[in-house]
């Protein structure tokens, strides 16, 4: 929560946050049929979990197995993803291999 500055006039701060917030949300909102077109697209096949998210969804993967998987409803379970195959997104290394021999196939 942003902090209350009271009943005087919002600090300078203040706008030049917003217009720098505004600014990103014209960029995305111009980009976004385009971006759209490119997810719908039958190359696209997801987006790579970052290290926070991956963290995340471990997490309720695990919280699923502690329960129980048994005593879950099928439509509340959390897909297992994270593997053993699974790319760590930071690893570039092993990201470029991979490129390279998708390309090559």
């Known amino acids: 929560v942003a902090p209350h500055w009271g009943k005087g006039k919002r600090p300078e701060i203040w706008d030049i946050a917003i217009d720098g917030f505004n600014k990103v949300l014209d960029e995305d909102l111009h980009f ?13 096949d997801g ?5 926070q998210e991956a963290r995340i969804y471990h997490w309720h ?7 129980g998987l048994n005593r879950i409803p099928n439509d509340l379970k959390v897909e ?14 092993k990201r470029l291999e991979e490129y390279r021999n998708f390309k090559n196939s």
């Open 80 to 93: 297992p993803k994270i593997t053993e195959e699974w790319t760590h997104p930071n690893d570039n290394k």
């Open 32 to 44: 976004g049929g385009w971006i759209q077109k490119a997810v719908d697209s039958y190359v696209f």
């Open 47 to 51: 987006v790579p979990l970052s290290y």
């Open 61 to 67: 993967e695990q919280v699923d197995k502690i329960i």
